[in-house]
């Protein structure tokens, strides 16, 4: 690659004003500490102890922000220390708002958008960007667009929080699109024995159970196990929808003596959802009108359905050298399989008759595999009279996919009729016993890289490190040529600083960036080189209330650059010809308070605002919103001897238009303005071991499209629901 990135002048003078009124704005109230607290000027930078685990533990903290984490640079970083966007969803705040779904963390994340495709296919983004990988304690594990029916689902009821690094994350992900990365870090086998079950009754129809024992197995306490067990089953907001969910994790850990820990789990997850939609529903009439749909409707017919399996396996192992360093091996196996037969139901019917609809049909099996060895030397070093920290790491994973089509027999396929009188009894057609069509993908991954924080002076610490990537990949389809391709030694630098202003604030710059394979061939049949998204990010966090309140503020920039664009087709070739062409910017603001204002009271607010501009200067993702703000709130009452705890939150967001999605039909934009969704959550200590909790979502039952365009339909929101949970621990 060729391409630098570089700031004008005039980029570089915004970035700084801005950054100098959001260090005014965050930095007055400690100036006010400052003087209060006399005339000790000592700066004192963070201390978080070198360790081999994967994330920190917030279970049991009460928190809603986290200690450390390694998300962003494999360093073990507070979030004060990390040089980039960062936020965390915790045990405590899943707990009390009833969350156990990646798409409610998403919708309570700062900077995060949801799209849900149609019933069961979630997409999410960040400062305009799909996020296509998630890490789990770290490990890199990509996110198939097309087939993500059982790798976007996986019940909370594993993890103890999450950790999100927004902007270009190469350096740890690999390769993937510059938005955000999002990692997943699993709860542990405890040291003390613990045994907690909940029980869940849910508005629209469902119920869940759910079990959690852990703690030693032996009276050594050296050998220590955890089972994890849910049972989900509840109707959507779709009419007629309906989905059951099984999960089972057991994990272990063992101590191999004073400074290794061998760590191994297994999770198995099964879902089964009937009355399924693919896509959404046409938003005009023949005539041109917008349809106004009834709440809850679905396309969804009897017969469809979509049912999943996925199982995770890892093994681990962490060793403390005798000089502090640490070390981590991690080997991971995770399967994802789907069955599934949809239905498509397309066009623009008539306001009267509701006729004009074309149906068609599809079925599918299949599913993916991923084996990944990741290893990792974390350590500190003296020099020039200062202490500073390292990190060593390399990977390898091996990802296949096949999955097969079964064609419709177009003879069965009968009239739609009426639509505005369709409720889930038009006739299952029949499909082929036979494979008409099979998708095959593999990739190979193997990367090294190194970071390290350097601490220049007293204040300041500089923040350095790349990755070498080396990638090789097969795409191939029923009828059409293979796509093979490689690429070797593709470097990511990262570069940061941090830079303590006193001793609650902190400044901080960062330029980050990260590549993303392209199987797309120019008009020599060469293949394009890999786009590449660079971020630049400065900023000011700090730590406020003794540490008990994580604050952060940050202007950014994110570049992608050598994006491939279609040109033509080669009737000789058979295949699509691209050009590669300069990509999209993205400018904006982000804020965020998350953690505790006092033993009593809780806070999580997070606003970010961004545009988007392609390489000629129009819109890019309109289809994601400019404005987000997201707040949450719980606070615990003297009243009712300290039982009584109640909460709330508000999303909002600002218009929208129809994603740039090709089809058939091209209709016209449907735009969505902008809207609020408001919930409410109250907890109650019925004694010291049990507690009852409601949660309410979208409280005033507010209707709007959650996604508008894909495929020319349009999907409607979650309308209200509600939870009531009995928690006991025993």
Do not use: C
Request: zero cysteines; glycine letters at 10%; aromatic letters at 12%.
């Amino acid at each position: 690659m060729s391409f630098r990135p570089t700031l004008s002048l005039a980029a570089r003078a915004r970035l700084s004003t801005a950054l100098g009124a959001s260090l005014l704005i965050l930095a007055a109230p400690a100036m006010a500490q400052d003087d209060a607290a006399g005339t000790d000027q000592t700066v004192t930078l963070d201390e978080v102890t070198i360790t081999a685990a994967p994330g920190t533990q917030t279970e049991g903290t009460e928190s809603w922000t986290t200690e450390w984490m390694r998300s962003a640079t494999g360093l073990v970083l507070s979030q004060k220390e990390t040089p980039q966007s960062t936020s965390a969803i915790t045990d405590a705040q899943m707990k009390d708002r009833n969350i156990t779904t990646i798409a409610e963390t998403m919708d309570a994340a700062t900077g995060i958008t949801v799209q849900a495709y149609e019933s069961d296919r979630i997409n999410y983004y960040s400062r305009g960007f799909a996020i296509d990988a998630y890490q789990y304690d770290g490990v890199p594990v990509p996110k198939d667009g097309a087939w993500q029916f059982g790798d976007n689902n996986t019940d909370m009821a594993l993890y103890d929080h999450v950790e999100i690094v927004r902007g270009a994350t190469g350096l740890m992900q690999g390769a993937g699109e510059p938005g955000a990365s999002i990692n997943f870090i699993r709860k542990r086998p405890t040291e003390e024995f613990q045994n907690e079950a909940a029980v869940s009754l849910a508005y629209p129809e469902g119920a869940r159970i759910e079990s959690d024992v852990s703690g030693p197995l032996n009276a050594a306490g050296n050998v220590r196990g955890r089972l994890i067990g849910v049972v989900d089953k509840r109707d959507g907001s779709l009419d007629r929808y309906h989905k059951d969910k099984y999960v089972l994790f057991g994990g272990l850990d063992v101590d191999l003596g004073d400074s290794t820990l061998l760590s191994t789990g297994i999770s198995f997850q099964k879902t089964k959802a009937d009355n399924v939609t693919w896509g959404g529903l046409p938003p005009f009439y023949a005539d041109g009108g917008l349809i106004d749909w009834d709440w809850g409707t679905s396309l969804g017919q009897d017969w469809t359905y979509v049912d999943t399996e996925r199982t995770e396996a890892f093994a681990s192992l962490e060793h403390e050298f005798q000089n502090g360093w640490t070390g981590r091996l991690v080997l991971t196996h995770i399967r994802n399989d789907v069955d599934m037969e949809l239905p498509w139901i397309s066009g623009a019917p008539d306001r009267e008759t509701g006729l004009g609809m074309s149906p068609w049909a599809a079925k599918y099996k299949g599913g993916s595999r991923l084996t990944s060895l990741n290893a990792a030397l974390n350590g500190d070093f003296d020099a020039f009279g200062r202490s500073h920290q390292f990190v060593l790491g390399a990977m390898a994973s091996n990802f296949d996919s096949d999955y097969d089509g079964y064609a419709v027999d177009t003879a069965t396929l009968g009239p739609i009729g009426n639509i505005f009188d369709l409720d889930g009894r038009y006739p299952r057609p029949t499909f082929s016993d036979e494979v008409t069509t099979r998708w095959h993908s593999e990739q190979r991954q193997y990367g090294l890289y190194g970071s390290a924080k350097i601490e220049a002076t007293d204040a300041l610490s500089v923040i350095a490190g790349a990755r070498a990537n080396w990638w090789k990949g097969k795409e191939s389809t029923t009828g059409s040529p293979d796509f093979e391709y490689s690429y070797d030694a593709e470097i990511t630098p990262y570069v940061g600083f941090t830079y303590a202003l006193n001793p609650t604030y902190s400044a901080y710059g960062s330029i980050t960036s990260i590549y993303k394979p392209q199987i797309a061939q120019n008009e020599d049949g060469d293949y394009l080189d890999p786009t590449y998204g660079w971020n630049y990010e400065l900023g000011v966090k700090g730590d406020l209330m003794n540490g008990a309140l994580f604050a952060s503020a940050a202007i950014f920039q994110t570049d992608q650059k050598d994006v491939a664009n279609w040109v033509g087709y080669d009737e000789t070739r058979l295949r699509d010809i691209y050009e590669s062409i300069d990509g999209t910017t993205t400018r904006g603001f982000e804020a965020e308070v998350a953690g505790a204002i006092s033993e009593r009271w809780n806070v999580s607010a997070g606003y970010t605002f961004r545009t988007s501009k392609d390489g000629e200067g129009n819109r890019f993702a309109a289809d994601q919103p400019k404005h987000t703000l997201k707040l949450a709130t719980d606070y615990r009452l003297a009243a009712l001897q300290d039982r009584l705890t109640v909460g709330g939150a508000m999303r909002w967001q600002s218009g929208t238009d129809s994603m740039d999605f090709a089809s058939e039909l091209e209709q016209p934009n449907v735009h969505q303005g902008s809207y609020a969704v408001f919930d409410l959550n109250a907890r109650y200590g019925i004694d010291d071991r049990t507690e009852l909790s409601l949660s309410v979502n979208n409280i005033f039952d507010k209707k709007y499209y959650a996604t508008t365009g894909f495929y020319d339909t349009v999907v409607y929101g979650d309308g209200r629901s509600a939870e009531l949970t009995l928690r006991a621990r025993f």
